[in-house]
């Protein structure tokens, strides 16, 4: 082997090896924190797909710089949800906390009332006469059932805070997610959130909406934007919108975007094989929008 062959073929392990701690970068970030990585997994294995495609010195270090940039937001983003997690759960739990110790204290009352009840019943001087001993009888019963009934009652309305505490914690915590968890995509808060960053900024965001027709299962969801994503550069932002809904945020003029779309639609039309053998159709429309400025 010569010495320019030896040098091709260590350039060539070198890109290897580069693009093989990309994609395991890109696992990691997934597997770390799901919510939040799953967006940066997606978008570092498309950069890996377009640097392996195209591996030239100039889109190496601009791969490079792009790496960079992704890590960093990552790991802010990363940060700042397990802190919010971390402050959500202990909000959570000194509200549980409250909400068990008032529990405790009307389970202590109540049981108070009913040993208080069951005195009366034991030293009370019942009447011989049955009409007189059916009055005081009826009597305890409204006593006792009126007890039971304001404990239960109190009981279901503290579980009702309970429950309504964890699911505003929980709601909270998934406000923070950026990702799609089907799809692996950015999701659609996270999307309107960088919408109105550029808007903010005095940006015109250039959409592509992708509205696709048929049943659209998680498999097929799947399928659709691992489609979708390969047709774009790793700088436009791809979300899943809705169920069956995409949305794209072009980093280009308006022309290229529309003519980008219309290339793109017959990749993403058509038939898709599912894992269990059959196939199913999928229709596709697609509209090009553009935000007003935020005044």
Known sequence: MTTSDETLSALHTAVDCYLSSLLAMANCAGDACPEIGGLYRHRLTRLRSRLAFDSSPDALEEGTRAVEAEL??????????????????????????????????????YGARLR????????????????HLT?????????????????????????????????????RLKEAEVTDPITGLMNRREMERQIESRKSAGDTPVLLHFHFSGEMNDELARQVGARLASQFRHKDFISRWTDTEFMVLFQGPVEIAQMRADQIVPWVAGRYLLDNGDAAQIGV???????????
């Open 72 to 109: 960093k937001e990552y790991a802010s983003k990363a940060s700042g949800y397990v802190a919010q997690h971390g402050l959500e759960l202990k909000a959570a739990v000194a509200a549980l906390e409250e909400i068990v110790h008032t529990l405790a204290q009307r389970q202590d009352f």
């Open 116 to 131: 208080q009840f069951a005195m009366q019943m034991e030293t009370t001087a019942y009447p011989a006469e049955p009409e």
């Open 135 to 171: 009055e005081v009888v009826a009597l305890q019963v409204a006593g006792l059932m009126s007890c039971v009934e304001s404990m239960a009652h109190e009981a279901h309305s503290l579980m009702t805070r309970m429950h309504n505490e964890l699911a505003a914690v929980e709601q």
């Open 285 to 295: 429309e697609v509209r090009l929008t553009q935000p007003e400025l935020v005044a």
